[in-house]
């Protein structure tokens, strides 16, 4: 215990015998200047902020502190050490790089009031100095881009609250160009940032917001509405997983902010929704399943479903429910679905699913021209298996639908057995002989010959197993080439008509 104390008594003596001189701190001072001139800024600081404490007199050690601090992209600090140096200074003539240093940093942080009255501190210094007079004016020109920004920014949020999203573009999108004419100059001003990124998402610019909001945060890492509009960024982009991880993040900081509070909970809500439907579908509770991710549809775009910001979001859930129509054969409900899809991702890849899903919407109302197309961009966007299968498949039924409808023809549905098509034709051709309309006018005979034939013809193919595959295929089958036809081609030969 006595040789501790023995131990601490010399340490107070050597110390009390080690005067702190300006000479020293000049000697720091100067390692600092070697170690930034070298790029080593944060040893710099380090040696600048122990001469500082040996000399806190030292108004030119300040400043260069105060260099450092800019170098290292640390603009107030920089000029609590800048404004510092300039009290030290007192009576004397402050250098003109302070001032201009100064200056800058109070430019880069959108201060631009308080740059213009450090650039004309150091145009009091030197009338002509041509650094000064230009930083001046374009610390001018940013000064008036910044209160243009914002007035076009006031007058887009305004309209925007009145209900008018198009309107409020036009002033959103001048806010924007004179917003990044200002943050050229001054990329350390966090509320213009934050205008930017509100812009930015307002306009639908997902990607470019989410780049934004990442330099806020770089920024301002407590910015709760940077955390906010980060979530709805990559919300609107449709990654629901790292929108979660922002609106939790900036929710667990300050669970009162309504903006985090409403997102993080909505979100919430809508991923416990589509595990539920998920589930219901994996067991086979296809209706149960279709309700449920129509109610997550409804929580993430209203009741009527006009909001269209988060498409990309619930762009899964939605193809499920455009194939369960399909499958419950709703067609005009599939295409109204897939169109819904198709107005978000037009261009992108996974555009072919749907682009299948609206092709069998039409294919289910018999519009066979739409689904060929549908299914030809689908197959053009993503040759696989199934659009090649579905393309090949509308193709068949566009022309079939060109045909003459040989079933339609006998009155009997295409699933007639041979036995319905057999008793079906017997019961035409007795009703529209030639023999059983004898006396009647040129033109009426014209027609019941036209019939007859026509009756001849679809049993000639569908009494046939083969031809009668190749039409329900929809290959072709012409019944003249196949040799049906007209039962009255030799005219002159008395016609005997024979039942089977």
Not at 87 to 96: M, T
Not at 120 to 139: G, H, I, M, P, Y
Request: some cysteine.
């Amino acid at each position: 215990m006595a040789g501790g104390r023995a131990l601490s008594l010399l340490a107070a003596i050597l110390l009390a015998a080690s005067p702190v001189s300006a000479g020293e701190a000049e000697y720091l001072a100067r390692q600092g200047d070697a170690m930034l001139k070298r790029g080593k800024a944060r040893s710099a600081l380090a040696e600048y902020t122990k001469a500082s404490k040996m000399d806190p007199k030292s108004p030119e050690i300040l400043a260069k502190r105060g260099t450092c601090h800019l170098v290292l992209h640390k603009m107030q600090k920089a000029v609590d050490d800048f404004d510092a140096a300039i009290a030290l200074y007192g009576s004397e003539p402050v250098p003109i790089k302070v001032h201009l240093s100064r200056a800058r940093c109070l430019k880069a942080m959108g201060d631009f009031d308080g740059a213009v009255a450090g650039l004309d501190d150091a145009l009091k210094v030197d009338a002509s100095n041509a650094r000064a007079q230009k930083e001046r004016a374009k610390t001018e020109e940013a000064r008036s881009n910044k209160a243009q920004a914002m007035e076009f920014f006031e007058q887009g949020a305004a309209l925007e609250q009145q209900g008018d999203p198009q309107g409020a573009e036009g002033y959103f999108q001048n806010a924007k160009a004179s917003l990044e004419l200002v943050l050229a100059e001054a990329p350390d001003d966090s509320a213009l940032l934050l205008m930017l990124c509100k812009v930015l998402l307002a306009s639908g610019d997902g990607h470019e917001a989410i780049a934004k909001t990442g330099q806020l945060l770089k920024l301002r890492p407590d910015s709760l509405d940077g955390y906010l509009m980060r979530g709805q960024a990559y919300l609107r982009l449709g990654d629901t997983d790292v929108a979660m991880r922002h609106f939790k993040e900036g929710y667990k900081s300050d669970s009162s902010h309504k903006g985090l509070k409403k997102e993080y909970k909505r979100l919430k809500a809508y991923q416990k929704l589509v595990k539920k439907a998920t589930a219901k579908e994996s067991g086979g509770d296809w209706g149960g399943a279709f309700g449920v991710y129509n109610d997550a549809l409804v929580l993430m775009h209203g009741e009527g479903g006009g909001d269209t910001m988060l498409d990309a979001a619930t762009r899964a859930i939605r193809l499920k429910t455009c194939n369960m129509l399909r499958q419950s054969g709703r067609g005009a409900e599939t295409v109204a679905c897939a169109n819904r899809v198709l107005e978000t991702e037009a261009g992108e890849a996974g555009t072919w699913e749907a682009l299948v899903e609206r092709a069998e919407g039409h294919l289910l109302q018999q519009e066979w021209d739409q689904a060929v197309h549908d299914y030809e961009q689908a197959h053009e966007a993503a040759p696989g298996h199934e659009a090649a299968e579905g393309l090949e498949n509308a193709r068949k039924m566009l022309y079939k639908s060109k045909q003459k409808d040989f079933y339609g023809v006998l009155g009997i549905e295409n699933t007639a057995d041979d036995r319905q098509i057999k008793k079906a034709y017997r019961k035409l051709a007795m009703q529209w002989h030639p023999d059983k309309h004898q006396g009647v006018s040129a033109e009426e005979a014209k027609e019941v010959e036209k019939k007859f034939v026509e009756i001849a013809e679809a049993y000639e193919i569908l009494s046939n197993e083969e031809k009668k595959g190749r039409f329900d295929r929809g290959e072709p089958v012409d019944p003249e080439k196949e040799g049906g036809g007209d039962p009255f081609a030799n005219a002159n030969q008395q016609f005997h008509f024979h039942f089977g």
